[in-house]
């Protein structure tokens, strides 16, 4: 009855405004053919009544350099998936179904299947009744008329059911899926601090949060809706095939002095109509998947730079960079809009076909029953039954036709995934190789040891060579050098974060430390959380935070504990080191690091905060990165970073001389 559905007739009733309201449901539910059949069932019946009532009816800059010489078309990546596209979607499918939580996901798959198979069996009932429906109009009976329009009650009523907790279970499904899949990724993706290797290194993963947070739900939703689609047009060929067959009757035709016979010849009408159209929508449609994939890439590229201007604004204030913002918001918007046209252009051609597909659809099994109806071979309920029927099995031969733009932006999807997967993978077995510099323990010894260190730019270009260093605890150091000479490139390699170099760094086995850099983090939240960080926000009493926020020079900010706010905004440069610093003495580290931590104090306060650390972290080694001679007199030790002529540097220890 898809001809009765294509338009709403002026008068449907209740039953026919059911079917529009379930029409409008949503795109996802449309394609999985639930929302289709609600349609049909009730608008048919809308249609029929209007009918006798009314006579008729980047990631920063190396993540987007990689991205752009990984793929600057997609072509080339989709050819790179395609032969081994399968084995990379079971990698992503089969973890979950195997998981902790399998028992649950398992039950949820079998009863959204059950419900899958119940509503193809009120399908089948629907078809059943459609026969005796409009034979009861041809045949002008009342009373069996309104036993008809009873039972067509009786079986909607069931049918809303069904598909109504098909939908609840499937959505539940979802959900326990995408958060069981966005734990593990937001596991991998952070432990061992793989997401800042994979920035560093230039990974060929763009936009890792678009992969988290929209890639996993695309991936879990679409894979839901098209395999449950895919198993609802498998199992209803297998009924409505039957009924076409035994409906069809035999077409008889002469050749050649002969007479031939073809049984059930509706049934090799729609499937040879749906194989010539599968062939034509892929030919059509191929280029699709590799556009689908590089348009996500340019969306999430475009949205990463209006937050970093958002996250950047007063000093775009201060700079009047207004018109270079624009021009690079502009340049990155250009491919975006440029690869959308190329997909208009595409999805044009595609909606030309598969839409006249499904208009020829519509009457071609009236213009073939006809000449059996009009001879009184076949009644019009029989007829109306062909044409239902007919229209279900072309529709399940015609799955990859309707569907096949998801398809093509579900595989972009799987592509996506993979890369990221892989890229995790990659960056973690690097980690486990040592593959860089190699952090040891030093057993017993409470010392810092630098042993032959040489640290590199990510581009290779070398910052330190041959560096030897050793720090006693309870130490001062102060670490100069000139800008760009790698000194706080030298901390994140204590820290165990920089993995461009060789050599080995040997630390305490308590290597209690803590890094303040000279722009600190703030994680959105309250000021307590932010002070805190990362300590959680029970680690300390509010005594104890307002102490700390009282030494420091901020007890202006104690009445605003509890307030939510975005603090990298709300805070000045210098009240953000003085957070620091505030950290620092709640955490009690063992070892301290601050790399320019006091840069845009005046010189009274930093000379303050310098002598609030030595009086409460007496016994913590404390090393310090700063330009500022006033500091030494704070450090019993200097270490300089002098160049060399070969383009690198070198580790130079002297005493620190009072400023």
Known sequence: MRALARERPPALGHAGQLGCAGAAYGPEATNAGANTRTRRHAVALGYTVGALTHGGG????????????YNTNGSNRMSMVRSGFWRDFWALFRPYWFSEEKVIARLLLVSIILLTLASVYMDVQFNAWYNLFYNTLQDKNKSEFYNQIGRFCVLAAIYIVIYVYATYLNQMLQIRWRRWLTRRYLNEWMSDRTYYRMHLSASQTDNPDQRISEDLKLFVDSTLSLSLGLL?????????????????GTLEFPMSGNTYVVYGYMVWVALGYALVGTWLAHKIGKPLAGLNFNQQRFEADFRFNLVRFRENMEGVALYHGEEDEMRGLRDRFTPLYANWWAIMRRQKNLNFFTIGYNQVAVVFPFLVGAPRYFSGALPMGGLIQISHAFGKVQEALSWFINLYASLAAWRATVDRLTGFHNAVALSQEQTRNNVGIATVSSGGAATLALDHVELDLPNGHPLLANGNLTIAPGARVLVQGPSGSGKSTLFRAIAGIWPFG?????????????????????PLGTLREAVLYPMGSRSSS??????????????????????????AMQLSGGEQQRMAFARALLHQPSWLFLDEASSNLDDASQARLYELLTHRLKDCT????????????YHQQRVVLQPTPGGTHRLNTLQAQPA
């Open 232 to 248: 609802n047009a498998v199992v209803t060929l297998v009924p409505f095939v039957n009924i076409l067959w035994s409906l069809s």
């Open 542 to 567: 509010d005594e104890e935070v307002r102490e700390a926020l009282n030494a420091v020079g901020l007890a202006h900010l104690i009445a605003r504990l509890d307030e939510s706010a975005n603090w």
């Open 58 to 69: 980047d990631w920063g800059e190396h993540a987007r350099e990689a991205a752009a010489h």
């Open 502 to 522: 060789r050599g080995r760094i040997v630390k305490p086995r308590d290597f209690n430390a803590l890094f303040l850099p000279q722009r600190p983090y703030f």
């Open 622 to 633: 404390i090393v310090s990165i700063a330009h500022r001679e006033e500091l030494a007199s």
